[in-house]
């Protein structure tokens, strides 16, 4: 079933750990994105990519890096996390070609740091 | 500059009742909105989008939504709504800024509870 899935779904961690946020889908989409929600509030962009090898940052500013060495395949790293990454983090994916075909999302990790 | 206010925090409504959701944006080029829903601890479900044609959009889960080009909005609308529907709703708009990269911006989001 072709879908996007993020792990881990919930992360508590203390302040300076390195962590990875997962996000795999399997439609074969080239775009994808990550946003940053706060509870309840709007989605900023903070990361997104046309491809393989293609990453660019978004609106919001962020400490967080991607990679994207498989179309498949959009992890974002926090090198070292502090208590103002907590937030939700979405993924999401849209096919290439016209700039008016829909996102679809993940179902989004949970990032508390203490 | 692009931007996308949705002006109610919460709409309440009754259930079997008809429900509005507003949405107004602000973009350069054309139009290209959106309707996403989002239930607690879960990513965005697409609803519907408007592109060209027909100003009335229908789409998931009976939702419709009607585009006003004179007054730039994008109002979410149903003739009947359920409990369920009960959830936190997104308008967004192609970033017209953007090429053809697909960015979108979101309006801040309007929660809807539908009281049985």
């Known amino acids: 079933e072709a879908d996007i899935y993020q792990t881990p779904r919930y992360l508590v961690i203390g302040t300076g750990k390195k962590i990875t946020l997962e996000c795999s889908q399997t439609?074969?989409?080239?775009?994808m994105y990550w946003y940053q929600q706060d509870p309840g509030m709007e989605l900023h962009l903070i990361h997104y990519s046309y491809g393989v090898n293609s990453t660019e940052k978004g609106d919001l500013s962020s400490e967080s890096t991607v990679s994207r060495i498989r179309t498949e395949h959009f992890p974002l790293t926090l090198e070292s996390a502090r208590p103002s990454h907590t937030s939700q983090y979405l993924c999401?994916?849209?096919?290439?070609?016209?700039?008016?075909?829909?996102?679809?999302f993940g179902p989004g990790t949970r990032l508390t740091v203490l | 500059a692009q931007s996308v206010a949705q002006p109610e925090d919460q709409v309440n409504v009754a259930e079997g009742n008809p429900l509005t959701v507003k949405c107004t944006y602000s973009v350069s080029g054309n139009p290209y909105l959106f309707w996403y829903v989002q239930y607690p601890n879960r990513g965005l479900q697409f609803l519907l989008k408007y592109i060209t044609g027909d100003n009335l959009v229908k789409g998931s889960y009976g939702f419709e939504a009607e585009f006003n080009k004179s007054q730039t909005s994008f109002h979410l609308k149903k003739p009947s709504a359920l409990v369920s529907d009960s959830a936190l709703y997104f308008c967004a708009v192609r970033d017209g800024r953007s090429g053809n990269t697909g960015k979108l911006i979101f309006g801040q989001g309007t929660t809807l509870q539908v009281k049985p």
């Open positions: 999401a994916s849209s096919e290439y070609g016209p700039e008016y075909n829909e996102q679809f």
């Open positions: 439609m074969g989409h080239d775009k």
